[in-house]
Each structure stands twice: as C-alpha cells, then as structure tokens.
C-alpha cells in the first residue's frame, strides 16, 4: 500500500525518465576561472545557478510532487540518511530529520538555514571565507572548488527564496527530483567549513516535506548519504557539465529500488507510529517518543511513562500493542522497545541501492 502511494517514481516516474526534458541537459552553474593569490595559476570554481532557476528546469509530471505518500513511513528512513561511513548512526542527525518530519525544524529562511549549520557543527557557525575544494592535495590539483567565498551569501539567500516559494507554488514536478535538484545545489553551495552534507541532506528532506511527501525527501537524503562517495567521484562531476539528466535517472532509479526493497519496513513504521499516536494525547508528547524511538532504536519504557505521563501499565499496554502490529520488526521487553532490526534492514537496503549499477548516469 504505501509503495504504491508514496513513491511516484514507481507509479509514474520511471515512464518518465525515458521523456526528460532537454532542460535537463543544461548545465547546473557556471565555471568561474580566477587567479590565485598564491599560485598566480587559474583556479576554476564551481557556482550553482540559483535554486528558483533549477527548480524551474524540473521535468513536470500529472503525479508529481503532492503525493499521498505515508508522512509516518518516513521515520523509517532517518537513521539510514543519517548514516556515517563506518556504517553507525549520528544519532543527533538522526534527531535533526525527525525534527523536520513533525515540523519543528524550519530551513526556509537564511537565519534558520545558518542555525542549522550551528547547530550541526561549531565549525558551520558562521559562512567561510576560505577556499574550499575536493579531490587533490592542493586547489591547483583539486577536480572540484567549491563557490567562492563573497558569493555565498547570495546563494544562501537564494536557497531560502527557492525553499519559501514551495508551498504556494504550481510545480507539479516529481519529489525524488526537487530534493535531489535542492541537495545538489545545497552542497554545492558548500557555505561551511565542515558539515556541508549533513546540512544539504536536511534541506532536500525539508524540500519535499514541504511540498507534502516527507518519504520521497527522506529516501532523496538516504540516497544522498549512502550514495555519496559514487555520487561525489563518479555522478555529479557528469552533472556540473553535461546537467541533471544522469543524477536524475540515478535519484529515480535508486528511489524505485530502494523503495521496493524496505515496503514491508515502511508499512511496519506506520503502524508503529499509529499506536503512539492512537495512545499517547499530546501530539508533543507523541512526536517526542517517535523521535526517541527512530533516532537511537528504542525506547525505554521508563522514558515512555515520563514522556506522555501515564502509568507503568499503560506503557506496556503501548509496547505489546506494538509488538502486535509490527511482528519480527520489534523487539519488546518488560523494560523498553526496540525496533533495531527494522532500521538494520534499512540500511543494508541502501548500501545495497548504493552500490547498484543502474542504467547509464552519464547520458
């Protein structure tokens, strides 16, 4: 029930990435080539076209972004996006994109998105003011340089004029392609020191939430986490010349994959989630046990009584009631919760959709 709702890459999408659009084959930004201060030797920096522009370049499709897609599925996903890459979860991170799901994390305004990156790391406090680049010793050897510095407020501000025109806007482009299209740019950005995909995972997830598919931009930033390395070496290097075609036929193909592989974990969160909402009253209080439980795995159920106030009795009542209607995917003790094996597939899943050789990227 919920692949067939919530991912419209599978209902619809994949029909589409044999019609993309030509706008898919322009260039994302531009090449700047500037002297170095040090070297004397042309340096070439990377700039992303700004957000408003690359969101209007996204293929349209009659079911687009405004899915049906389970908004309670999308639990499910915040451990694998949160992944580091021995495999272990940032808990904190994890926090930060339920945050997003039950909306008490906003990133459309430059003050929330600089936040944020405080928030994540004391080294994204502030915009940087140095060179930052990737793939070589040196800037002269890198294969990419980030956006220069004295642009980078201007991208920031460009990031939250594309974000805030979401929700009143008429796009009806797929969901899996606006969060690719807004973490690409976002990390290209590149405003920190540190930090930099951890925050632009948050903006494609927030992305979607705000367009009303919270799964689809969760499975965008898992995508995004596990496929990192393939993307950074091999895909977007394709993308900064020859533009979206190639990332997107991977963003869609992994989703439809991907989303195939973990349907019954999906429905499990859903069902999950359920049960607390159906027993805890206070939607604070509930989104603080579903946070507790996704983020680290468990919940106590001491933790439990003293997050939604009720009795011991109660809160075993509420962890056999899961254990009813998840089955193998948790495990319930007399003293907590525990759904590790449901977020142990997850992640195996998307290494797994990670790792796949799908049709050609590069076309």
């Excluded at 996903?77 to 904190?92: I, P």
């Excluded at 926090?95 to 799901?101: I, K, N, Q, S, T």
């Excluded at 459309?108 to 405080?118: E, F, H, I, Q, S």
């Excluded at 805890?280 to 001491?302: D, F, K, M, V, W």
Aim: include cysteine.
């Amino acid at each position: 029930m919920i692949l067939a709702t919530s991912m419209s890459c599978c209902g619809t999408g994949m029909m589409g990435l044999e019609t993309l659009p030509a706008s898919c084959d322009i260039p994302p930004g531009r090449t700047d080539r500037i002297i170095s201060g040090i070297t004397g030797r042309p340096l070439a920096y990377f700039t992303p076209d700004p957000l408003p522009e690359l969101l209007s370049r996204l293929p349209q499709s009659e079911h687009g972004a405004i899915s049906t897609g389970d908004a309670d599925a999308a639990f499910a996903l915040v451990q694998a996006a949160a992944q580091r890459n021995a495999g272990d979860t940032d808990v904190s991170q994890a926090v930060r994109y339920c945050e997003v799901l039950t909306g008490y994390r906003h990133l459309n305004t430059v003050a929330d998105m600089l936040g944020t990156g405080g928030d994540i790391s004391p080294r994204a406090a502030c915009l940087r003011e140095e060179i930052v680049f990737s793939g070589g010793r040196t800037a002269s050897l890198a294969e990419q340089i980030f956006a220069p510095a004295p642009v980078l407020r201007h991208l920031i501000e460009s990031l939250a004029e594309g974000m805030q025109a979401l929700p009143g806007s008429d796009t009806n482009a797929n969901a899996i392609l606006l969060a690719a299209t807004v973490g690409f740019y976002a990390v290209h950005t590149h405003p920190f020191l540190d930090a930099n995909g951890r925050w632009s995972r948050l903006q494609s997830a927030y992305a979607a939430k705000t367009v009303g598919n919270p799964l689809d931009g969760m499975i965008s930033a898992t995508m995004q986490s596990s496929a990192k390395n393939r993307l950074s070496n091999d895909i977007w290097p394709v993308t900064r010349q020859a533009g979206f075609r190639g990332y997107f036929r991977f963003a869609m193909e992994f989703g439809c994959k991907f989303s195939a592989m973990i349907s019954p974990a999906l429905v499990a969160t859903t069902k999950i989630n359920g049960v607390l909402r159906n027993s805890i009253t206070s939607r604070r209080s509930c989104n603080t046990a579903i946070t507790q439980l996704h983020s680290t795995g468990s919940l106590e159920l001491s933790d439990l009584r003293s997050i939604a106030g009720i009795s011991m009795k109660s809160a075993l009542g509420i962890s056999q009631k899961i254990r009813e209607a998840a089955g193998d995917f948790t495990e319930t003790t007399s003293s907590s919760i525990r759904i590790h094996t449901l977020h142990t597939l997850i992640k195996e899943a998307a290494n797994h959709c990670a790792t796949k050789q799908y049709s050609d990227q590069s076309e």
